[in-house]
């Protein structure tokens, strides 16, 4: 690590149309009792009231910046617009609907020192805003413990196993989850020809992989930093609805994504937000990297294919979304020589009735607390919240907590009642 004992730390939050959302997002940094701090909001032509949120914000707190790349030029684009505006320090993005814990800078600065790492991660707890996930919104809190240093070697090797950066809370992707020297971001950029960044459609998981293969070791703090947050705007969730506005806001999305592909292994195939597909394409992107030093072991596509319907059968994809993923997953299939493999699979799977965990829970690894019990309206609340659970946690063995565990016994039950076969799977067999 570098020894300047008070490093630049520069948080970038692209956004589009997410001005209310934002406002908590940009009080949780502003709040932050660190000076060396630069906060790059990064707007992508929204055309609600973004710029004067933030014009706001920096008026009251002058580490606070605007820019903008211009007219909607896309996520990608637009995460790497705002990289390209980060000083030499140390560099993490947030969403405009996420947050930073109080103190948070802090706790990352004193974590570095520690462990004279130059990359840290941890599990960010998450913040579903009302009526995302459930009535009510709800803040839910990975329980993990201690720091620690992390091979990097091994967390790759365990990706191109399980395929999914998303469940793996020491994937050091310095969105929401994690902080990374820029000397570190270089080295990325001078492999790549247009020294560019992100090379993937979506930039968060993409990140962890392709840092990971530049270092040999990262620093990993059960201690959280940041809190995802998880609003009506959020791309995911839009994906998954199926009333009309969040389908037009989710075709926007694809559109802008769309123009770049899978990689070649993923048969070129346009973007999926399988989570099992961008891993995937997320480790063969970064391989390709001239030089790039990390690695994995060949990427196993009869597993890709069955975790990836594993996922469709999760039972939170409505059909008409279903069907466009099977199709995807066919053509993978079919480039990889396995389409009768994958139709094999196809005809026996069956989809699970899962139904959302409510109401207050503990689980071996999270809490599940129901915000409209203590007044927890958005992430800035959830933020304090969180770091007031953590500190209390670390002084507990989460024995008192543990007497939700009834519901939360009762949801696993119910997670783990099977269903019938894929909405319309028998009209996409018959088109094959």
Sequence with gaps: MAKDSNPLFTVIIP??????????????????????????????????HTREIVLEASRKDPRVRYTSPGLSVGMRENFEFALNQVKPGYVLALGGDDGLLPSGIRGMLDVLKE????????????????????????????????????????????????????????????????????????KVRSRSLDRRFYSCSTPDGYSGIVLAGEVKSYAFSGEPFSIHGVSPTSHGVNYLASNEK???????????????????????????????????????TAQDLPGWPGRFSPINYKSVLLKSLEELADGLFPADRIVRELNILYRIAEHHGLGDYFKGKVRKIRRNKRKVLEGNAVSPKRIYLDCSQYGVRNVFDAAYVAKYIYQFASKSNFSTIFKMMTKSIGYRLRSLHIGAHFPMESEWIDNY
């Excluded at 940009?26 to 990064?42: A, G, K, M, P, W």
């Excluded at 559109?255 to 394409?281: C, F, R, V, W």
Aim: net charge negative.
């Design 15 to 48: 956004t589009k149309d997410r001005a209310d959302y934002l406002h908590h997002t940009l009080r949780t940094c502003s709040l932050q009792d660190y000076d060396n701090l630069e906060i790059i909001v990064s707007d992508d032509g929204s055309i609600d």
């Design 115 to 186: 462990t004279d790492q130059e990359m840290l991660a941890w599990p960010a707890p998450a913040f579903f805003y009302e009526k995302v996930k459930m009535e009510t919104g709800q803040l839910v809190l990975p329980i993990e413990s201690g720091r620690r240093i992390i091979n990097a070697r091994d967390f790759l090797e365990r990706q191109a196993k399980k395929l999914f950066y998303v469940g793996d809370s020491e994937s050091p992707m310095f969105y929401v989850k994690g902080v990374t020297s820029t000397k570190i971001v270089e």
């Design 246 to 284: 969040a389908k037009k806001q989710s075709e926007a999305f694809f559109k802008n994504a769309g123009h770049i592909p899978m990689h070649g292994e993923l048969a070129n195939q346009p973007y999926s937000p399988l989570i099992t597909l961008m891993t995937t394409d997320y480790l063969l």
